[in-house]
């Protein structure tokens, strides 16, 4: 029994944020594969990329002989169900909500063997909350803001997303459907929609592809909301806000308060 693996040596990271959050409990050496869109950190360039969102390599994978494959969500259930079917372990999460992120990356921590490292780790992250939460306190004005998940069909921000802008000192316009939508479809908005609740500010982060302000300056229903006439639309890196792991409260959160700090400024 002394030569028993307990804990897996070699793990497959489907999406960025196991193969971030690895990085940064310096459990890196774990990493046998990861996905093509994996951009965090720089480092992960070092690693074979054996997956894209949708699809997988899947004699690549049994080539490693990985001792577990993470991924994210029911879009990667497909992956998940071949990947069992040729005796894999896999592990998927679904985290929607800033709890469920911490809760997933205590989990993942512990699962290896790394509770203390883990535990320090999601401590600096709370530092980080705890920050955006004085912040957003101290604000005089609350922007009211619109995300844009996707633009055809319109999506609106993820609910970690969206929570996260609260955190920060926004007001998401259309929160309630963040919460609740768990699908993609349930999180369809019109422009219609979008001019009438009139934002001040527009955070657009289109997983896939660069965001087109121009198309969104163009739009005829929002020629007269706030975002559009003060140029208050930006453009936000999907691999830091549309990933459900410390991108977004390691970098996250500072573009956030830059970018309400800036509107609180005027």
């Excluded at 969102?53 to 994210?72: E, S």
Aim: negative net charge.
């Amino acid at each position: 029994m002394s030569n028993f693996r307990y804990k897996p040596e070699r793990i497959i990271c489907m999406t960025e944020e196991s193969v971030e959050f690895l990085h940064a409990i310096g459990r890196s050496d774990l990493i046998a594969g990861v996905s093509v869109y994996a951009k965090r950190p720089a480092e992960v360039s070092q690693h074979p990329v054996i997956s894209s969102f949708t699809h997988a390599n899947l004699k690549k994978i049994q080539k490693i002989k990985p001792d577990l494959v993470i991924g994210f969500s029911d879009i990667q259930k497909d992956i998940a169900r071949d990947l069992i079917a040729e005796g894999i372990e896999v592990y998927i999460s679904n985290q929607r909500s800033i709890d469920e992120i911490f809760r997933y990356m205590w989990m993942l921590g512990h699962m290896i063997g790394e509770a203390e490292k883990t535990n320090t780790y999601l401590r600096v992250l709370e530092e980080k909350i705890a920050t955006a939460k004085t912040f957003a306190k101290a604000m005089k004005k609350r922007p009211k803001v619109y995300i844009e998940e996707w633009d055809e069909p319109q999506i609106c921000g993820i609910r970690w997303f969206s929570e996260l802008v609260s955190l920060c000192g926004g007001v998401d316009i259309f929160e309630a459907k963040s919460l609740d939508g768990i699908k993609a479809s349930d999180r369809f908005v019109t422009n219609t929609d979008v001019g009438l609740a009139n934002p001040d500010i527009i955070l657009a982060s289109w997983c896939g592809k660069k965001v087109d302000i121009q198309s969104i300056k163009d739009r005829a229903e929002l020629k007269d909301c706030s975002a559009v006439r003060n140029n208050t639309i930006y453009e936000l890196e999907p691999e830091i806000f549309l990933q459900p792991g410390p991108a977004l409260f390691v970098d996250g959160i500072d573009r956030l308060i830059d970018l309400f700090s800036s509107y609180n400024s005027k």
